[in-house]
C-alpha cells in the first residue's frame, strides 16, 4: 500500500535554530498538508498546498513558517526560529482527489522538540 | 466543516463489536461524515466515510441515521489493536479541504 514518508522522525533543536521537516506524500497525488499535534492535545492544521502555492493556511502558520516543494517529490515544512511552543508532532498528510480516492493519507510524524 | 460529537472514551471487551457514536446535527447535505482513528501518537489513519447510506470495508461499518443527524462507527470484532483515538469529523467529498479534529472517542480495548 502506497504511504506518505516523513523524515526525521525525531528531530531536537536549539530555541531559535532553523528547522526543516520533510515529507514523501504518495506519488500521484496533488493537495498535500501539514498538521500539527502537541503533545495531549487536538490534530491542529497548518497548512495545505496545491499547484505549487498554499491554499489555505491556519492563524497558527506564521511568517515563522513556510512550505515548498522543491523538486516535485519532497514537500518540507521550514520552521525559522524555532520557539518552545513549536515542540509538537508534525504530520504530513496528500490526498489524491479521484472518485475512487478521496481519503487523506498521513505520514507517521516528526517529533520536534525544542530545548 | 460539520461540528460533531463524540464522548470523550469507552470501553470494549476483546472479540466483542464497538459501537462508536457520533451526532453531526448541523452537517450540511453535501457533508460526508469520515472516520479517522490515531493510535498513540502515529499519524491519523483513514477508516471510512457515507453519505447517508450504510457502508462497510474491510476495517468497519459506518450506520447512518435516516436524518443524518448521527452515526455510528462499528468495529465488528475489536482486538487490542484497536485501542486509539477515533475522529469522527465532517467533510465534503472530492473536496480538498483541511479535516478538522476534535478531540475523538478513547477506545480501549480490554483482554
Known amino acids: 500500500e502506497p504511504e506518505v514518508t516523513q523524515t526525521p522522525s525525531h528531530q531536537v533543536t536549539q530555541m531559535g535554530q532553523e528547522v526543516i521537516l520533510r515529507c514523501v506524500p504518495i506519488?500521484?497525488?496533488?493537495?498535500f498538508y501539514w498538521y500539527r499535534q502537541i503533545l495531549g492535545q487536538k490534530v491542529e492544521f497548518l497548512v495545505s498546498?496545491?499547484?505549487?502555492?498554499?491554499?489555505?493556511k491556519s492563524e497558527i502558520f506564521d511568517d515563522q513558517f513556510s512550505v515548498e516543494r522543491p523538486d516535485g517529490s519532497n514537500f518540507t515544512l521550514k520552521i525559522r526560529s524555532t520557539k518552545l511552543e513549536d515542540s509538537a508532532m508534525y504530520f504530513c498528510?496528500?490526498?489524491?482527489?479521484?472518485?475512487?480516492?478521496?481519503?487523506?493519507?498521513f505520514g507517521q510524524g516528526t517529533r520536534l522538540t525544542v530545548v | 466543516d460539520a461540528k460533531t460529537t463524540q464522548p470523550p472514551s469507552m470501553d470494549c471487551a476483546e472479540g466483542r463489536a464497538a459501537n462508536l457514536p457520533c451526532n453531526h446535527s448541523?452537517?450540511?447535505?453535501?457533508?460526508?461524515v469520515y472516520w479517522y482513528r490515531q493510535i498513540h501518537s502515529q499519524g491519523p489513519q483513514y477508516i471510512i466515510h457515507?453519505?447517508?447510506n450504510n457502508e462497510t470495508n474491510e476495517m468497519a461499518s459506518l450506520i447512518i441515521t435516516e436524518d443524518r443527524k448521527s452515526s455510528t462507527l462499528i468495529l465488528p470484532h475489536a482486538t487490542l489493536r484497536d485501542t486509539a483515538v477515533y475522529y469522527c469529523?465532517?467533510?465534503?467529498?472530492?473536496?480538498?479541504?483541511?479535516?478538522?479534529f476534535g478531540k475523538g472517542t478513547k477506545l480501549t480495548v480490554n483482554p
Open positions: 498528510a496528500s490526498l489524491g482527489m479521484t472518485h475512487m480516492n478521496t481519503e487523506a493519507f
Open positions: 506519488s500521484n497525488h496533488l493537495y
Open positions: 498546498f496545491y499547484n505549487n502555492e498554499i491554499s489555505e
Open positions: 448541523t452537517i450540511s447535505g453535501n457533508e460526508y
Open positions: 457515507g453519505l447517508k
Open positions: 469529523i465532517g467533510k465534503s467529498q472530492g473536496g480538498s479541504e483541511k479535516l478538522v
